[in-house]
């Protein structure tokens, strides 16, 4: 399964979705695994306060272990302190070894406290002196680069606040995870209207500092340009029949090409009639029942899971099944993530 490395540039990808509970942390969980599998070289940052994806990647008493230690570098949380009282630098980012060329900067709960310090400082980018205000703006895109890993996963909760705005400024690429429901079509056009007025926001305020910097004959500071490109949508946790998902999601299913066009890709022209002659289907991840509780107990993506984790008799192919989908899903994100333009990381 796994390939020859290939060099390529730094990308960043995160799922977003302004709905709860969708399956992000699972999604990304397993698609970091699975990268790692197809050869990249793969980081995943923690950037949900509630630490969700630590908790699935790490059993407690090792969390535990990180937090009491209170070494900076070692959670998302430490690496920002000193940046958000506004005193320092980031401090170099500590991965944990998960499995083979993939690494975790852990999550912590007080990285919520560097939300009111973004909120604050986001009107102060476009001010003159706003060097500490566009340093904290700045501050997860320079942690994923001084990371140095090919491929930087982040974990997000659902909200359209201070910390994920920073954190979008820091992705090249969105995949949209979407339960076929009438709350995750909802949720599609905030996605959509945020993504729009957090680019267009921060391009305005990227130029203008670029110009400010050249009229004072000064270096620019740190000014990525990400993008935030959607790469497409993944359809989550159907109920399947026969590997057909079961017919109560068709009408929402139906629904799904022309609302991702409209509200996240903002175009008018007709969309395809139906998710699988959509360019933009990522893929389909059914629910995965019994094996989801048995890959939180042993750490593990859901592929990765054997007799010792409890798998038994029909859960065998359960585990076929999800590393079909998951290798499936990988290699078309892959494809259009490849695809996208270099980064610029510094202007
Ligand atoms: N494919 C799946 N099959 C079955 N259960 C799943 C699947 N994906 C996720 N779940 C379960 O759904 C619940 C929510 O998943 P998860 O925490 O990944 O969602 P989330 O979108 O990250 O949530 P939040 O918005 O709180 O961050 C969890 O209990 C998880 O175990
Ligand atoms: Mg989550």
């Keep these: 399964m796994k390939r020859p490395r290939v060099a390529r540039g730094p990308k960043s990808l ?26 990249r070289r793969v980081a995943l940052m923690d950037l949900d306060p509630q630490c969700n994806l630590s908790a699935l990647a790490l059993p407690d008493h090792v969390l535990e272990s990180i937090w009491d230690d209170g070494k900076p570098g070692q959670t998302v949380a430490s690496c920002v302190e000193k940046v958000r009282i506004g005193k320092g630098e980031l401090a170099q980012p500590v991965g944990y070894e998960l499995a083979d060329d993939l690494y975790l900067l852990p999550g912590d709960l007080r990285l919520s406290r560097f939300e009111s310090r973004l909120a604050r400082d986001w009107p102060q980018i476009m001010a003159e002196d706003n060097e500490l205000a566009l340093h904290a703006v700045t501050a997860f895109d320079r942690l994923a680069v001084s990371f140095g890993a090919e491929l930087l996963l982040f974990d997000v909760g659902p909200s359209l606040g201070a910390l994920n705005r920073a954190v979008l400024l820091a992705s090249d690429a969105v995949v949209v995870p979407l339960a076929p429901d009438l709350f995750s079509l909802r949720g599609l056009q905030n996605v959509g209207e945020v993504l729009h007025e957090w680019r267009e926001e921060w391009e305005t305020a990227r130029v203008k500092n670029l110009q400010s910097a050249s009229r004072r004959r000064e270096p620019p500071p740190w000014l990525p340009q990400r993008g935030m490109q959607p790469l497409g949508y993944v359809v989550q946790q159907q109920l399947t029949i026969a590997d057909e998902p079961v017919r109560a999601y068709q009408r929402w299913l139906k629904q799904i090409p022309a609302s991702f066009a409209e509200d996240v890709l903002q175009r008018s022209d007709p969309a395809p009639g139906s998710v699988q002659d959509d360019l933009h289907c990522l893929g389909f991840l059914r629910h995965f029942a019994s094996l989801v509780p048995l890959a939180q107990a042993a750490h593990k993506p859901l592929f990765e899971l054997a007799h010792a984790d409890g798998v038994v008799g029909s859960q065998y192919q359960t585990v076929a099944r999800a590393t079909k989908a998951f290798e499936q899903l990988a290699e078309a994100i892959l494809v259009k993530l490849d695809a996208l333009g270099v980064v610029t990381a510094k202007q």
Excluded: S
């Excluded at 995160?14 to 990304?28: H, M, Q, Y």
């Design 14 to 39: 995160v799922l977003f979705d302004n709905k709860g509970g969708v399956g992000k942390t699972t999604l990304t969980f397993n698609l970091a695994h699975m990268f790692a599998r197809l050869g």
